[in-house]
């Protein structure tokens, strides 16, 4: 008699969890190979350690989410999407509850939970999670037969060579590499012949010209507008919260405006952002309100105006930027001057040079090239019976919730395409 089937998944991720607790649940043998000693590191740290599991925006909007790849994974959300995901995993005993933004969280707020009802759940569906086993290559045998090669780095590396009837490669990108995600699934997959679309930053802090952010350090301005500007054009746009930090910006609208800054940066393209710190004003209403303030305040300095209107630690850039003096008396400054001041705080410029390394960046952008992807089944077009899940893909979505939807939407239908082709009767 024929033994089970097998199916070996590569990476013990959101998507590789995911992928491995399903293919077992259809009834495939599964054996789940992690690299370091314990899966879902990475998960562990999620949402600062809360895990933003996902979203509560509708599909259509979802999607938008994802950049021009987002319609990839049509096909992945209509079987499996966020509702299917809060059931699944309100039944492993994880309440969840949305946040601003519609983000969704365990109301624990511990990412934790999330990590140890996934595991539990897949060890209970019978999947063998072996840990300390990296792998190294998959192996394209004789009429196409697949096996993985694998090594223990707690061991000295010794190789071994496990057999496979489907492959589901879900090792991620190539963020935060201390997590174990350090880019071998790239390697692994274009030896077989993908194409791998070249990996760069996403939701990426980024690096300003000249001293000011370092002045601004530790600064957080909430509900204001940064537009981007690519060779003096307005690109994009984002209202929200972002921080100054000692290399530059960061904050969630940078990390989400990091997507087309990034790419504009790649293409050596000048690249600046422009910061409306009174967005709920327009030009005419603004300047009524400094006229009034230097009307009101007229005796006061410019310098004591300023602490009515900003941050203190803007004070002085501010000064600085518009030319200014400090000690003015409100009413001594001119109606230039306040012209100034007025373009100042609907646009305060600063010019970006490059993104922070990848190592840094929440996710990584490019990966394995959708085209040779079916979205159905999330099998290669290249080698029959090696799937991919998660990050590895050229997908990369915002700040949200985005991210691990689509690692346990992709991992969902990888695991059950992979057990039903394997487990499904052969054509007569
Ligand atoms: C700090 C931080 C916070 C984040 N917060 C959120 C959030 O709140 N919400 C959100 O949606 N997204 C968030 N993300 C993004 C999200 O975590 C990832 O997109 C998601 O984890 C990708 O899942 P994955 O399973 O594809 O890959 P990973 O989570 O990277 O897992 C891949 C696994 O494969 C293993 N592996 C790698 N190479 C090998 C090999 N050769 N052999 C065996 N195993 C291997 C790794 O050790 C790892 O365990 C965050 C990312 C970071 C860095």
């Known amino acids: 008699m024929q033994g089970r089937k097998k199916v070996v998944v590569i990476g013990g991720g959101p998507a590789g969890l995911m ?14 190979l992690e690299k370091n000693h314990r899966p879902a590191r990475k998960l562990r740290i999620t949402g600062k350690g809360r895990c933003n599991l996902t979203n509560t925006a509708p599909l259509t909007e979802f999607i938008t989410n994802y950049g021009k790849n987002g319609r990839f994974l049509r096909s992945a959300f209509s079987r499996f999407f966020s509702t299917e995901l809060l059931e699944f995993f309100d039944k492993l005993g994880v309440k969840t509850e949305s946040e601003r933004g519609g983000r969704i969280f365990p109301v624990s707020n511990q990412a934790q939970d999330v990590v140890d009802s996934l595991v539990t759940w897949a060890k209970n569906n019978g999947v063998e999670i072996r840990t300390n086993a990296a792998v190294k290559r998959i192996k394209i045998g004789e009429e196409n037969a697949l096996s993985v090669i694998v090594s223990d780095p707690e061991r000295n ?14 090792v991620g990108g190539t963020s935060y590499p201390s997590t174990g995600s350090t880019g071998d699934g790239y390697r692994i ?13 996403a939701l990426v802090p980024l690096r300003t010209a000249g001293e000011t952010a370092q002045k601004l350090q530790g600064l957080s301005l909430k509900n204001i507008e940064v537009l981007v500007y690519i060779e003096n054009q307005l690109a994009d746009r984002a209202f929200g919260e972002m921080l100054f930090t000692h290399f530059g910006i960061s904050g969630p609208i940078i990390l989400t405006l990091s997507r087309s800054i990034v790419d504009a940066l790649l293409e050596n393209k000048r690249v600046s952002i422009g910061i409306d710190l009174k967005p709920a004003l327009d030009q005419e209403k603004l300047d009524a309100r400094l006229r009034r303030d230097l009307d009101e305040y007229g005796r006061r300095t410019f310098k004591h105006i300023l602490a009515g209107l900003l941050p203190r630690k803007l004070i002085e850039v501010c000064i600085d930027q518009v030319s200014i003096p400090a000690d003015k008396p409100g009413h001594q400054i001119t109606s230039e001057e306040r012209e100034r001041l007025r373009c100042w705080l609907k646009d305060f410029r600063l010019e970006i040079t490059e993104p922070m390394p990848i190592s840094t960046a929440l996710v990584t952008a490019g990966g394995i090239h959708l085209k040779e992807i079916n979205p159905k089944t999330m099998e290669s077009r290249l080698i029959p019976d090696v799937f991919f899940a998660g990050e590895i893909l050229d997908l990369d979505g915002d700040t949200g919730g985005y991210n691990l939807q689509a690692a346990f939407s992709t991992g969902w239908v990888a695991g059950n395409a ?9 054509s007569p």
Not at 189 to 201: D, K, N, S
Request: glycine share 6%; net charge negative.
């Open 19 to 32: 992928a491995a607790g399903q293919a077992s649940e259809q009834g495939a043998d599964v054996i789940l």
């Open 157 to 170: 590396n010794p190789t071994y060579e496990l057999n496979a009837d489907a492959v589901i490669l879900a």
């Open 189 to 201: 997959a274009a030896e077989l012949g993908h194409t791998i679309i070249p990996v760069r930053p």
């Open 418 to 426: 992979a057990a039903a082709k394997l487990l499904s009767p052969p």
